[in-house]
Nanobody
Framework: QVQLVESGGGSVQPGGSLTLSCVASGSGFIFSVLGWYRQAPGNEREVVATMRADGEARYGDSVRGRFTISRDNTANTVTLHMEKLRPDDTGVYYC????????????????WGQGTQVTVSS
């Protein structure tokens, strides 16, 4: 099965930067999409950024221009570099993988990481 391990969360002052990393593991899978979502207390989980295997990236409206997603397909890692952080960026950030098994199957599976806390405050 697919497993995701996140790292890099922490506390930072407004205007600061943080980098989150996620390592995806799973034998026999192709990770069609790797990305980051976040959830603040009282809010729905929302997309932060995603990247397809071919490198096409999409960003949530509130983070576009401040966050950058990157992906290493050899190491199966996805990284989120966050700059100009604001208090409303605070939340639990989750790594997400959409995977399909190698071979003839077209079945997709979604796996979530445990989440890592990001707190932006002064």
């Amino acid at each position: 099965q697919v497993q995701l391990v996140e790292s890099g969360g922490g506390s930072v002052q407004p205007g600061g930067s943080l980098t989150l990393s996620c390592v995806a593991s799973g034998s026999g899978f192709i990770f069609s999409v790797l990305g980051w979502y976040r959830q603040a207390p009282g809010n729905e989980r929302e997309v932060v950024a995603t990247m397809r295997a071919d490198g096409e990236a999409r960003y949530g409206d509130s983070v576009r221009g401040r966050f950058t997603i990157s992906r290493d397909n050899t190491a199966n890692t996805v990284t989120l570099h966050m700059e100009k952080l604001r208090p409303d960026d605070t939340g639990v950030y989750y790594c997400k993988a959409v995977a399909t098994p190698k071979g003839p199957s077209l079945r997709l599976s979604t796996t979530w990481g445990q989440g890592t806390q990001v707190t932006v405050s002064s």
